[in-house]
Structures are given as structure tokens and as C-alpha cells.
């Protein structure tokens, strides 16, 4: 086996010399897919300014260094563009944290998803009769969740 089966990430070889090369890709890569944030939207061409760390999506029919990397996520190193080509459900949050991107049917999607603030409060239930105290009480229990998770405002 010289790879991974999901990520294709490189393995070591039984007497293998210089292991750290294979070793080191395999970090790189890794670097890149674990909690995965990218700068934008997919590009058809590296931007010009892009610096070692920053990770982009490519778009349908690139260009440049980008070129016959389709869909791929991308990463700048020191030694040049990583690229990972990317499976259905990939996920990746914009580091501007407004929104996200998602593989799907063989493309990236944006999505929801936000590192910004959470979504504006949600008022508690009020009123209704005797009968409607368990589902209030169920409401604000999910109220009280999401809450804590800060998905809402208090």
C-alpha cells in the first residue's frame, strides 16, 4: 500500500530510504484537510499574492498552475501547489467566516455555516393553554441548547 484509501495520503514503505520526504508530504496534506478553511470562493488560477498555508478551491476548467486540478482543494507550501482532489461531502468553512463550501454531485457548493455571530434571538414560548406546557417545555429546552452552543442569542 503506498497511500492512503480516502485521502491518498502517503505511507511509509517497510526499508524505505528517506522516509521523512514521504512523511513530511503526508503532514503537508494533512495540514490542509483537518479543520479545513479556505480564503474564497473556487478560482479558476492561483491568485498572484497568495502566501505558504493559504488553502483555495479550484473551479471548473483552470488555468495555470491550477490547470487539470478540477474541483481540487488546493494548498501553497514552500515547494509549490499541494492539491487534494476533493470527494463528495467535503467541507471547508471561508476564513472570512462568513459562510462555507461543500462538495457535492462534483462541485463546491457554498452552504450556511458561519464563524460570525450567532443568529438573532429567538423568543421564548408564551401563552396557550394547560396542554401546551409540555411543548414549551420542549421548546425551551431546545432553546436553552442552542443557546449554550451559541448557535442563537440569548
Same mark, same amino acid.
Given at each position: 500500500?503506498?497511500?492512503?484509501?480516502? *485521502?491518498?495520503?502517503?505511507?511509509?514503505?517497510?526499508?524505505?530510504? #528517506?522516509?521523512?520526504?514521504?512523511?513530511?508530504?503526508?503532514?503537508?496534506?494533512?495540514?490542509? $484537510?483537518?479543520?479545513?478553511?479556505?480564503?474564497?470562493?473556487?478560482?479558476? !488560477? +492561483?491568485?498572484?499574492?497568495? #502566501?505558504?498555508?493559504?488553502?483555495? $478551491?479550484?473551479?471548473?476548467?483552470?488555468?495555470?498552475?491550477?490547470?487539470?486540478?478540477?474541483?481540487?482543494?488546493?494548498?501553497?507550501?514552500?515547494?509549490? /501547489?499541494? =492539491?487534494?482532489?476533493?470527494?463528495?461531502? =467535503?467541507?471547508?468553512?471561508?476564513?472570512?467566516?462568513?459562510?462555507? =463550501?461543500?462538495?457535492?454531485?462534483?462541485? /463546491?457548493?457554498?452552504?450556511?455555516? !458561519? *464563524?460570525?455571530? +450567532?443568529?438573532?434571538?429567538?423568543?421564548?414560548?408564551?401563552?396557550?393553554?394547560?396542554?401546551?406546557?409540555?411543548?414549551? =417545555?420542549?421548546?425551551?429546552?431546545? *432553546? !436553552?441548547? $442552542?443557546?449554550?452552543?451559541?448557535?442563537?442569542?440569548?
Amino acid at each position: 500500500m503506498t497511500q492512503t484509501d480516502r *485521502l491518498e495520503l502517503p505511507t511509509l514503505s517497510t526499508g524505505q530510504a #528517506q522516509k521523512e520526504i514521504t512523511h513530511n508530504e503526508a503532514l503537508v496534506l494533512l495540514d490542509m $484537510l483537518v479543520q479545513p478553511v479556505v480564503e474564497g470562493a473556487p478560482l479558476e !488560477s +492561483p491568485p498572484a499574492a497568495a #502566501q505558504a498555508g493559504e488553502c483555495y $478551491l479550484v473551479a471548473e476548467a483552470p488555468s495555470g498552475e491550477f490547470d487539470g486540478q478540477d474541483g481540487a482543494m488546493a494548498i501553497l507550501t514552500g515547494s509549490g /501547489w499541494r =492539491f487534494v482532489a476533493a470527494r463528495e461531502g =467535503f467541507r471547508c468553512l471561508r476564513r472570512d467566516g462568513v459562510g462555507a =463550501f461543500e462538495y457535492r454531485s462534483g462541485q /463546491w457548493v457554498e452552504t450556511g455555516g !458561519s *464563524l460570525a455571530s +450567532p443568529a438573532a434571538a429567538i423568543e421564548a414560548p408564551a401563552g396557550g393553554s394547560v396542554v401546551d406546557v409540555e411543548a414549551r =417545555f420542549a421548546i425551551d429546552a431546545i *432553546l !436553552s441548547v $442552542l443557546r449554550e452552543h451559541k448557535v442563537i442569542e440569548e
